[in-house]
């Protein structure tokens, strides 16, 4: 029996992107601290090596974030393609399989950062060095490479606000996040902000000598459970409001003078992070201090967009059911990123699993893997002929 050339080509492209999935699973870019400057430092070179134009960018000791071009000979605009490359602390579980080993079991490629987002930004990489001649001939492609995703878009924040980057006018965006390549439309906004009470120290004998800030922190916290954010949203549901952390007092002998807690606030577009603030702050009173810890907008992209519809035609075929508008919970550089770069349509489509995202032994399907480089080679071909 003669070998089919298309399935030969298929299993060359499939061994790629594993092996470059791999290469980026290897790196330890644990967040905090981030550390993704190896890891970036050595997708820079493979990348120049093989025809792009690299701009990399330093946001801190070890932290960086990287643009990489292949520009085309036509005008139009390019394609964009957004991935980080932190990933989240193992927790304290046991793996079964190395974080850093990248081992291939039952058809499953492990790691941390394996389906949030490593694999995908192989896949997006292979796709753009398979279509590189279409590419050079047609409109171009931008890849965004970040650090600090993880902890509230920091290499993101970095990137947009140095002057001298210069960054891209996309004609869309693709941010690679775990979706098992369906098109998402967006997400909620992430504000988290902490709220910090203060009291008078005293000993813990005579605690009618101080003012106890665990109380006065327990109190805000009891009344933070009737805070209404806003009415639900056609799309993302009802916006939510989660205290996540607490911390007050350094001994038990004393009357604690500081405390604080930290709360997480999902949020939809119709929704004002300042207003948001400013009515928490009146519905706490002056006792509670509010700081700001991380304040991205919603991202949703209009379905009706052109481009969207023809993203979306060309993701049916790989799903069994109709492609219906869905947002996903997790936040993306997509917050920070779309008004810098003229508020492009933007799609979240990677090949990881969401159910895997953060989790002890995670993992990417092989077969997910290998559908998203064909997803995004057709996505790249019908972009580069866009006038």
């Known amino acids: ?16 992107v594993i092996e470059l999935a791999q290469k980026l699973l290897a790196f330890d870019t644990i967040n905090p601290p981030g550390n993704e400057q190896d890891c970036l430092t050595w997708l820079a070179d493979f990348l120049q090596q093989r025809g792009f134009e690299v701009t990399r960018h330093t946001f801190g000791d070890r932290r960086m974030n990287i643009i990489a071009r292949l520009r085309g000979t036509h005008s139009g605009k390019p394609l964009a393609f957004s991935g980080h490359l932190d990933t989240v602390p193992l927790g304290s579980a046991e793996w079964q399989h190395d974080p850093f080993g990248s081992e291939i079991a039952e058809g499953r490629l492990y790691g941390r950062g394996s389906s949030d987002m490593k694999a995908a930004v192989a896949a997006f990489i292979v796709a753009s060095l398979e279509e590189k001649q279409a590419i050079q001939a047609g409109n171009g492609v931008v890849l965004l490479l970040t650090g600090g995703e993880e902890t509230g878009c920091d290499g993101a924040r970095a990137l947009i606000a140095d002057p001298d980057i210069e960054l891209p006018v ?8 775990a979706t098992q390549n369906y098109p998402v439309m967006g997400h909620k906004g992430a504000l988290w902000l902490r709220c910090e009470t203060r009291g008078k120290t005293a000993h813990g004998a005579m605690p009618e000598l101080g003012i106890n800030a665990i109380y006065l922190a327990a109190d805000a916290i009891g009344k933070i459970r009737s805070f209404e954010l806003g ?26 003078d500081r405390a604080s807690f930290d709360v997480d606030m999902r949020t939809d577009p119709t929704l004002h992070h300042p207003d948001i603030t400013q009515r928490l702050q009146q519905h706490l009173s002056d006792a509670v201090t509010i700081t700001p810890l991380v304040d991205l907008p919603a991202v949703l992209t209009d379905v009706l967009d052109p481009w969207v519809l023809q993203t979306i035609a060309l993701c049916q075929p790989y799903h069994d059911v109709p492609i219906t508008p869905r947002i996903v919970p997790y936040f993306t ?13 933007c799609v979240i489509l990677g090949p990881g699993e969401p159910s895997q995202a953060h989790q002890t032994d995670e993992f990417c399907a092989i077969s997910s893997l290998k559908n998203s480089v064909e997803l995004y080679r057709t996505l790249i071909l019908t972009a580069s002929s866009i006038p």
């Open 1 to 16: 029996m003669r070998d089919n050339p298309i399935d030969r080509e298929q299993a060359i492209i499939e061994r790629k």
């Open 170 to 177: 996309p004609l869309a965006v693709i941010v690679g996040e």
């Open 231 to 256: 009415p639900a949203h056609p799309l993302m549901k009802q916006p939510t409001l989660n205290v996540g952390a607490m911390r007050g007092g350094l001994n038990i002998n004393s009357v604690p």
């Open 333 to 345: 550089d997509a917050a920070i990123l779309l008004a810098a770069l003229g508020h492009p349509p």
